[in-house]
């Protein structure tokens, strides 16, 4: 492309890989950038269980961390036209782009069980977790609240509110936090049997029906509860499938490793929406920002007509907060399988609030100093081992994604 043109680049979603990308894309004076968002804030999203809790609003204002170069359009796009390279948004309105970064993000899965979805509230996304705050405020406190789902978010969950003092009971249809190490595993009980929280686990321990006034377990037990928080699960929009791009069977959209859509080189996708090579990373912000700095510098790679470089970052560890005074820092090897160490306990808790500050921390210093980000450059050679292992899978055509 001329240097002296102006390039149009939109990017779809306002979470943390898009916020990243946007950024980036503004260190050059010609391009453009148009960041399309359905909501006129940032979602500080792991901090949703706080706004649960009472102890986070869980939103940041975008002036706070979005470049003053980038165009912010609080709509939602209905389909992308990749042909024609235009969106239509659910205003009616049509955007036209030269390149796209498609940051769609996630929210919770459609639940298959049983009442799950007529009596279960999730917490994946601001407006789950803002429907599911007064609706707790109306529960006694001493009424026993059931969380569904021990990974991360069900751990949080049922900590924060416990630490409230609100008897809660923790379903976790098998193993507690499966990420974990099994030395970090036994300190997360032990941090929430001080708590309170009643941990349901092992086998027989799936949800096999809700109901209004109860949760029903595959070994036959009736657990009664006022409220069930639900966070089994994660789903990503069928923005790309319904566009007719190509998709791994969840619906992300299927890249190479340099971020770029394998049916159209002017489409880049980052976060979790994103599956590239078929070997999606995992669903998190320590995922996402790197990938939305990748995606945008394969962009700018191809503005100026160079090689755009691959995926090539590495996973360190996962933190989980537990109450406001306990939290664990669980450490991992470079293919992200967690090993022994941890940090738990008051340090724990110290390092994940930090982790909280840092990551719009990184966004506002990415959008001061555009291309200042290098975490997406720190190497990772288990992911190119773990290429070359894997077999070959065939993409799945959009029509036909499950």
Partial sequence: MN???NTEVVVIGGGYAGVMAANRLTQRGDVTVTLVNPRADFVHRVRLHQLVGGSDAAVIAYRDVLAEGVRLTVDTVEHIDAGARTLALASGATLAYDYLVYAVGSAAADPTVPGAARYAYPIATLEDAQRLRPALDAVPPTAAVTVVGAGPTGIETAAELAEQGRAVTLVCGGVLG???????????????ARLGVTVIDGPGTKVTAVTQDAVHLADGRELPTPLTIWTVGFAVPDLAVRSGLTTDALGRLLTDETLTSVDDAHIV?????AAPSGLPLRMSCQAAMPMGARAADTVLARIADTQPETLNQPFAAQCISLGRNGGIFQFANRLDAAVWFNINGALGA????????VIPKHLADEAAEPGSYSLHRSGDTARRRRLQAAPAQPPTPANQAA
């Fill in 3 to 5: 240097a002296y043109e």
């Fill in 178 to 192: 499966p990420y974990l190490h099994a030395r970090g595993r036994r300190t997360v009980a032990a941090r929430l």
């Fill in 269 to 273: 996708a980052a976060g979790d929406s």
């Fill in 350 to 357: 110290k390092l994940k609030e930090t982790v909280c500050k």
